[in-house]
Structures are given as structure tokens and as C-alpha cells.
């Protein structure tokens, strides 16, 4: 069975840090594109940033640039999203996605993020 789930996700005070997993299993992921994504209350989901099968980083927001940090590490089978300074408006639902390029196809069933302020 192909899934994603991520952790890593709970409640912390605004200028705080977490650091969200997502381990993926059932197949090989070391080619897909692997994104974060987070939806906030009220609110569209929207693309966190990816990292490509060859290191390549985009991010989604510029609200997160020089605060979040992607990587994978393939031999684990596993990306992860490391969010620092983090600030009440990242709270939301956050979710891993795998696929080619910008289309995704296999998502996890999202972790929160709570930052108090």
C-alpha cells in the first residue's frame, strides 16, 4: 500500500520551531517531486514549497522563505519540513504530497501546526 504520513506537527508559541516528518512506504519515492502543503482554517490550500528528485527547492510562499527549510533524505524514504520563527498565521493543516513535477498524486492525511501567539 502507497502512503505518506507525516508528523512532527503540535502547538507552539509564535518565534518557536517544529520539525514535520513525512515517511513515505509502499513504493520508491527517490523520483517523485515531494511537496508540502498546508491548508488554514478558512482558507485554500496552498503549496508550502517541494523539493525535486534532483535537491531542487521552490517554495510556494514567500512568507516562508528564509523560515522553512525542505529536504529529503532518500534513504529513508522520508522528507521533512523544518519551520522556524514560526508565526500564528502558519497555523493549519499540513500535508505531504509525492508526484512528477507539479502533479500529485499520492497525499498524507496532514498534520497540525498550532502557533500561539
Known amino acids: 500500500q502507497v502512503q505518506l504520513v507525516e508528523s512532527g506537527g503540535g502547538l507552539v508559541q509564535a518565534g518557536g520551531s517544529l520539525r514535520l516528518s513525512c515517511a513515505a512506504s509502499?513504493?520508491?519515492?527517490?523520483?517523485?517531486?515531494m511537496g508540502w502543503f498546508r491548508q488554514a482554517p478558512g482558507k485554500e490550500r496552498e503549496l508550502v514549497g517541494a523539493?525535486?528528485?534532483?535537491?531542487?527547492?521552490?517554495y510556494g510562499t514567500d512568507s516562508v522563505k528564509g523560515r522553512f527549510t525542505i529536504s529529503r533524505d532518500n534513504a529513508k524514504n522520508t522528507v521533512y519540513l523544518q519551520m522556524n520563527n514560526l508565526k500564528p498565521e502558519d497555523t493549519g493543516v499540513y500535508y505531504c504530497?509525492?508526484?512528477?513535477?507539479?502533479?500529485?498524486?499520492?497525499w498524507g492525511q496532514g498534520t497540525q501546526v498550532t502557533v500561539s501567539s
Open positions: 504530497a509525492s508526484g512528477r513535477g507539479s502533479d500529485y498524486n499520492t
Open positions: 523539493i525535486s528528485w534532483s535537491l531542487a527547492i521552490t
Open positions: 509502499g513504493r520508491t519515492f527517490n523520483w517523485d517531486t
